[in-house]
């Protein structure tokens, strides 16, 4: 206890200088930034730590509550302090190491305790009859705590709350999660300071603002570390002999280039955009390296946990030589052993290249090396542009949700479930969130009319039951098995349904998506993790399998893995292709490109950034339109669904569509009126709303997006994993519920929250709407192409094809009978 | 206004409409499948938000099927009910009883485990395991080798219609063997499983309310 008689001032210094000194005992030196951020927090503010990982950010942190904790003349013990919220389960135990060390360096009676969805439920109970003065937890498991009765007593003397890598939550449902918790925890608990840690992200003033709420009660500060990573791109090209591919993405072609870079360090990783290709590499590795065999491993998403930790452990160790892996071991804990890191294909982004990066070479000061393979030619040039961002230090914004009402109805049957709520209090409180400070009180309790009526006025008949009304005026929901079922399914991260691969004989591989699976037929052999595996059936939600004799299999493709270039990268993108357009090229990669583009030159164009290219060509097959707005693939998915719904305007027509992150593709068997559109002016932002309503009609997209806000706000329950819970009854796939709502029901909430989304997300409006206003500016080039160009060969060959037809449903069908015919 | 085609089956001439039913102009028989009256409710009951006013949509369409045919009899081949008794159950009482005119028939299909007594109180409906009437055998779930002309449902048949550059359609339909009639799902809270057409079967599917023959 620091002494009576001393200044609050005074007695800061002391402690401050107590632990300066423990910095010194160690060898370290405090750095500036943990100092400025130790101030702040003792002055009441609240922020954002702004540090890379890896340079004592936990600390900057623990020990702010530490020196607290030691200048105060009654230091608190009891009740729980302090709440650490990680995105990542496989990062607690070493925060907990962490804290603990400075909790017993400093012999403090303070208890650390980790709380997450491996936290067995004595331990649990534990942790609930006595509050641990410390909690390292979750988002879920934050929520599921204020599901419990009595959390305001649980919480009531809590100081600090800590968001450690707020950039991976901020863009995610996770992060709405945050601020909701947050709002209920600023009423309870009034001594509550926020503090965020993030790294670099394009929007970082507004990543404080969604986290510390807009009401600023307390004055918040950006704290900025002067600690600088350098990393150096290096592209693997092909020896002058090969060529590149024009289109395709798997780059095994330069495989063998892997190997002396596998060779010269002692551990790498090799990061795949999706699990498909990690599955194609790995394999491919040991069929031109034997000797790999039992030093290499795989590591994404769908193996088995323990065989993910065996991994983890063993690169932890040194014993592996090289681990193919995905965005599965973008976050985590440090592997010292990784000197190398290389990127197979355009990382999309520039943030996840120079995260990737950061995996190798902890050594401070030193740079980072990642080695960069193209998959095709085009990437390349994807390569220096990455450099380029680097240098310059941009980074891509993480844009944060916002009214997403899902997220809302859960958290508010959460309230319900525990102490309940009364509305006009919670509205107050979730009104000072970012996500929800446009929220109308209307529409708020539109929604919990929703929630507690379950959609319309009751009737005589209807036994609908969800939240009543307590003799105190709060909604609480009394159902035992309703709360039971609500807790289970708390959490905003919803996985495509999975089916556990396992041998016949027993033994985990991992999880597979049913999608996959369906398509297989008994004695069918594909490879997964690693193996080739004969199906033998799907029994009790379980793939069985054997191992197969044979030499090949399919691989499975898994679903959405697929990211499009950020709006940075593309904008760097089309700077450096005006340098080629211009003939400058620079540098090994660009002379490698130049044959490309100069062929490009020849059959059409090579675009600069003042310029639309629009390329013409009839084949065979029928009648292409390539467009290359060089804006990413879902802006390109979205713009050639509009362009396809105008010019059917024109004419009715039946498009097949195709899209990169480079460009897009009408196809149609009848002649496409293009030239006569760009006349009548159809590439424009007006009615931009309506005109995407009307092209997206079969709603296909809102309803893929609808299958997250079902499950998010209890409209379905899917059980939980690994326990048998009976709801075959109330079972009903999403994709039926969005159609009877938006049928019957079309001003449902939850409808127009999918819709939103489509927007938000998947269409990118923002960045479409930019592009428009870019394009006010812009040439347009229309060429008549006799053979497929470079740039649109590899759209041509994208195998995911997105339709619109403007004709009728109907006439289609009956036109499409008549060509079977 | 109900779309329809007339088909032959068992050689009798049959009606089959958009709204999934078929009527046979002989017998005045309406053939309904795949209700599943109360699964909203159960939903409800469990605390899910689905309006409840879909139930009416199910009544008010059989309402306009018996309008327009004017049945003698309405034959349900199963699955009118799903699961557990609660209190959808008395809009049909009351539907039945609305209609006091006509007979209505249920097949009883795997989902209508209600209690016996709640169909006797109902005095114009009969209830069968499976019913040989006029030549055809009525069951819920279609026969694995008939031989007799086996009318049923159960499997709510839906088909996936896919060609050359255009997406995929999925469609209910109606599923026609050379012996066997499988009628789509007739409920609106119920979805379809795709099927995948044999050689000398008929499919007629329903594509935004038209009949669509496509074999």
Known sequence: MADKKLTKV????????????????????????????????????????????????????????????????????????????????????????????????????????????????????????????????????????????????????????????????????????????????????????TWGISATIGNLEEAMQVLLGHAETRKQVLIK????????????????????????????????????????????????????????????????????????????????????????QALHEGMLKAVVCTSSLDLGVDFRPVETVVQIGSPKGIARFMQRAGRSNHSPGKQSEIYFLPTNALELIECSALQDSINQNQMEARLPYQLSLDVLTQYLITLGVSEGFDPKQTYEEIQKTYAYKALTLEEFMDLVQFIVTGGEALSGYDEYKKLVKSKEGKYVLENRRQAMRHRLGIGTIVSDVVLQVKFQKGGMIGSIEEYFVSKLKRGDTFQFAGRLLEFIRIKDLQVQVKLSNKKEGVVPSWQG????????????????????????????????????????????????????????????????????????????????????????????????????????????????????????????????????????????????????????????????????????????????????????????????????????????????????????????????????????????????????????????????????? | MINELSITFGGERMIVNHLKTVFIPKTKQLLVSDIHLGKLSHFRREGIGIPNALEEKNFERLAQLIEHYNPKEVLILGDLFHSVYNSSWQLFDQFCNNFDTISFVLIKGNHDIIKASHYESISNLVVYNEWLNNGFLYTHEPLEIPTTPNICGHIHPGIKIKAKSLPAIKAPCFYLTENQFILPAFGVFTGAMTLKSKENDQVIAIIENEMVRLK
């Open chain 1, 10 to 193: 005074q007695r800061e210094k002391n402690a401050i200088s107590y632990v300066e000194h423990w910095f010194e005992e160690k060898g370290w030196k405090a750095h500036a930034f943990q100092k400025k951020t130790w101030k702040h927090y003792l002055k009441g503010n609240e922020g954002i730590v702004n540090a890379p990982t890896g340079s004592g950010k936990t600390y900057s942190l623990g020990f702010a509550m530490l020196i607290e904790y030691l200048s105060s003349t009654k230091p608190q013990n009891h009740g729980l302090q302090m709440i650490w919220i990680t995105p990542l389960r496989a990062l607690s135990i070493e925060i907990k190491q962490s804290l603990e060390r400075i909790i017993q360096d400093f012999d403090i009676p303070w208890q650390v305790a980790v709380r997450n969805g491996d936290t067995s439920t004595s331990d649990r109970q534990k942790q609930r009859r006595a509050a641990p003065q410390i909690l390292i937890t979750t988002p879920e498991s934050l929520h599921l705590l204020l599901a419990s009765k009595g959390y305001t007593n649980y919480f009531k003397h809590l100081k600090l709350f800590v968001v450690d890598e707020w950039h991976e939550l901020i863009g995610s449902k996770r992060g709405v999660q945050i601020e909701l918790g947050l709002s209920r925890l600023r009423t309870i608990c009034p001594k509550l300071r």
């Open chain 1, 225 to 312: 570390s002067n600690i600088k990573k350098k990393v150096k791109v290096i592209p693997i090209l092909p020896s002058e002999s090969e060529k590149l591919p024009w289109g395709g993405h798997l780059g095994i072609k330069l495989a063998k280039q892997i190997l002396p870079i596998l060779e010269k360090s002692t551990s790498t990783l090799i990061f795949t955009n999706t699990r498909s290709q990690a599955e194609i590499w790995y394999s491919h590795l040991l069929d031109i390296q034997p000797d790999l065999a039992g030093i290499i491993a795989m590591h994404h998403g769908s193996i088995a946990k323990e065989t993910r930790a065996w991994v983890e």
């Open chain 1, 561 to 821: 893995s697929r990211m499009p270039l950020s709006s940075q990268m593309s904008s760097v993108l089309r700077k450096k292709i005006t340098q080629l357009a211009n003939n400058e090229f620079k540098g090994k990669e660009d002379q490698f490109l130049m044959p490309l583009f100069e062929l490009q030159r020849e059959r059409s164009k090579i675009p600069t950034e003042n310029e639309l290219l629009i390329e013409k060509l009839k084949t065979r097959d029928g009648y292409h339109v390539f467009i290359y707005p060089f804006e990413g693939r879902l802006v390109h998915e979205g713009l050639a669904t509009l362009l396809a719904h105008r010019i059917g305007q024109i004419k009715p027509l039946s498009f097949s569509l195709s899209y990169n992150d480079y460009g897009f593709e009408l196809y149609s068997d009848q002649e496409i009126p293009i030239d006569e559109a760009i006349n009548q002016g159809v590439l424009h932002d007006e009615d931009l709303f309506n005109d995407m309503v009307n092209s997206i009609n079969s709603g296909e997209l809102a309803k893929r997006k609808f299958r997250d806000i079902a499950a998010i706000s209890g409209l379905v329950f899917k059980g939980y994993p690994g326990k048998n819970i009976k709801t075959k009854h109330i079972q009903a796939s999403s994709s039926l519920i969005f159609d009877v709502l938006e049928d019957n029901n079309p001003n449902n909430p939850l409808i127009r929250q999918a819709y939103d989304e489509v927007f938000q997300f998947e269409l990118e409006e923002i960045r479409l709407r930019t592009f428009f206003n870019r394009l006010k500016t812009m040439d347009i080039v229309i060429k008549q192409l006799d053979k497929y160009s470079p740039l649109s060969f590899p759209i041509m060959v994208e195998r995911i094809r997105g339709s619109l037809s403007t004709e009728k449903l109907i006439d289609r069908i009956k036109r499409l009978q008549e060509i079977n015919d």
